[in-house]
Nanobody
């Protein structure tokens, strides 16, 4: 089994910053792509940023230039640095980890961490 645990959410004023962390533990044989998604009340889950095992990144247009995804492969951890936060960034942020095992990528999700940006 693989456990994925997010941390770092909280309440921040508009223009502020937060750093989210996500650690994968357990039977992590090989950690491939990792990603952050978010879901605001009444909205569908939105993919925010992805990072491959080699460090290639992609971002949603809504966060480009403000958010940075990074990872520490030695710690099986991915981070999301969020700067210049806006009220519309308010959501539950979820981490996704893809673990390669026996020829297949297995996808695991964390429980989410709340980010609230006040105006």
């Amino acid at each position: 089994q693989v456990q994925v645990v997010e941390s770092g959410g909280g309440l921040v004023q508009a223009g502020g910053f937060l750093r989210l962390s996500c650690a994968a533990s357990g039977r992590v044989f090989r950690l491939n792509a990792m990603a952050w998604s978010r879901q605001a009340p009444g909205n569908q889950r939105e993919l925010v940023a992805t990072i491959t095992s080699g460090g290639s990144t992609n971002y949603a247009d809504s966060v480009k230039g403000r958010f940075t995804i990074s990872r520490d492969n030695a710690k099986n951890t991915v981070y999301l640095q969020m700067n210049s936060l806006k009220p519309e960034d308010t959501a539950v942020y979820y981490c996704n980890a893809n673990v390669y095992y026996s020829g297949t990528d297995w996808s695991y999700w964390g429980q989410g961490t709340q980010v609230t940006v006040s105006s």
